[in-house]
């Protein structure tokens, strides 16, 4: 099992539209939003570091008003 933190910062005032998003996600298993330089911080979990990947560039990176994204891969 691959895991990864993903933190997010989205445009202003469209962290609800982002959160709902990100919740329909099925390899997103927990969402915070968080004060700071980023808004959410959210953790994936995947079968293989490749869908780990995949999930985040495709899907997560390519939603509406998400501006930047830093991924950190839990290692062993």
Request: proline letters at 1%; charged letters at 30%.
């Amino acid at each position: 099992m691959s895991i990864a933190f993903v933190l997010i910062n989205t445009d202003l005032g469209e962290g609800s539209e982002v959160e709902k998003a990100l919740k329909e996600i099925p390899e997103v298993h927990d969402v915070y939003g968080v004060y700071g330089v980023y808004d959410f911080v959210v953790r994936l979990e995947a079968d293989t570091m490749q869908k780990l990947k995949d999930v985040i560039t495709t899907k997560i990176r390519r939603l509406n008003h998400v501006r930047s994204t830093l991924t950190m891969i839990v290692v062993d």
